[in-house]
Structures are given as C-alpha cells and as structure tokens.
Nanobody, 117 residues
Framework: QVQLVESGGGLVQAGGSLRLSCAAS????????MSWYRQAPGKQRELVAT???????SYVDSVKGRFTISRNNAKNTVYLQMNSLKPDETGVYYC???????????WGQGTQVTVSS
C-alpha cells in the first residue's frame, strides 16, 4: 500500500514562507508525476504545481515566481517551497502522485496552511 505523508504546514504571517514535504512509503517516485493541490474553505480543490519524472515543472499562474516544486527521488520526497504567502492561500495542501504503470493515483491526507493577514 502506497502512502503519501505531508508535513511542513502551519501558521505563517502574510509575506512569510513555508516548505511542504511529501514522503512516499515506498518508491513510486521515479516514474510518477507529483503534484501539490490545495483546497480553501468552501472551495474546490485546485492544482497548484506539478513536477514530472523528468523534473519539468508547471504552476498555476497565481503562484508563479513565488512557489517552487522539487523532488528528491532518492528520498521518495517531493517539496513545495512557498514564499510571499498570501491570506487567500490558506487551506489544506494535498500531495498527489500519478504512477503510470499501472496507472494509479495516490493522495496524501493533507497538511493545513494558514496565512494570517
């Protein structure tokens, strides 16, 4: 059973930084596309950032230049460095893995990020 465990969330003031981590229980990273999603209160879950197995990254427009997604396959871990955080980025941040063969999707349990104004 693959598990994704997020950590690094917390309370931060607007303009501050947090670094989220997502560790997998076993190695699925080498071929998986890894992503971070967030869900604000009362809103749908949205994709924030993605990194492919080849380390190609993509971001939602609102976080470009402030967030950085990275991965360490040796540690089965993906990271999200978040800088210049804004209050409307408060929510639960979820790690997602899409393994291509067989095609499966995995979710972490989420980590709360609260940005105070």
């Amino acid at each position: 059973q693959v598990q994704l465990v997020e950590s690094g969330g917390g309370l931060v003031q607007a303009g501050g930084s947090l670094r989220l981590s997502c560790a997998a229980s076993r190695s699925i990273f080498s071929d998986s596309v890894m992503s971070w999603y967030r869900q604000a209160p009362g809103k749908q879950r949205e994709l924030v950032a993605t990194i492919t197995s080849g380390r190609t990254t993509s971001y939602v427009d609102s976080v470009k230049g402030r967030f950085t997604i990275s991965r360490n396959n040796a540690k089965n871990t993906v990271y999200l460095q978040m800088n210049s955080l804004k209050p409307d980025e408060t929510g639960v941040y979820y790690c997602n893995a899409v393994s291509p063969s067989p095609l499966r999707t995995y979710w972490g349990q989420g980590t709360q990020v609260t940005v105070s104004s």
